[in-house]
């Protein structure tokens, strides 16, 4: 399994910018999905989730300008990022948790983490 995170870069404070990820291999189901990121010195947070029950979880400080969502068909899992702030800048990685057989163990992987960088 591997996945293939996509859509960092460099913008100013206000813009907006779309992450995606998307996971390929032998994979029967993904069950949660989410972002993370992690700024320099600062430990991994959590950014956003999205569970196989279909619920959002959002970090306080990304409430009402990110959107986390996820194409089943594609196995992609995006983050719609509105408003950056120069706070919002940090690698971001995203997480995916699925099973490869039915009835098999749930496995979590991370992605290679793709840079966001806002300029105030």
């Known amino acids: 399994v591997q996945l293939q995170a996509s859509g960092g870069g460099l913008v100013q404070a206000g813009g907006s910018l779309r992450l995606s990820c998307a996971a390929s291999?032998?994979?029967?189901?993904?069950?949660?999905v989410g972002w993370y990121r992690q700024a320099p010195g600062k430990r991994r947070e959590l950014v956003a989730t999205?569970?196989?029950?279909?619920?959002?979880n959002y970090a306080d400080s990304v409430k009402g300008r990110f959107t986390i969502s996820r194409d089943f068909a594609k196995n992609t899992v995006y983050l719609q990022m509105n408003s950056l702030k120069p706070g919002d800048t940090a690698v971001y990685y995203c997480?995916?948790?699925?099973?490869?057989?039915?009835?098999?163990?749930?496995?979590?992987?991370w992605g290679q983490g793709t840079q966001v960088t806002v300029s105030s």
């Open positions: 997480n995916v948790r699925l099973l490869i057989v039915s009835g098999g163990p749930t496995l979590g992987y």
């Open positions: 291999g032998s994979i029967f189901s993904i069950n949660a």
């Open positions: 999205f569970t196989s029950g279909g619920s959002t």
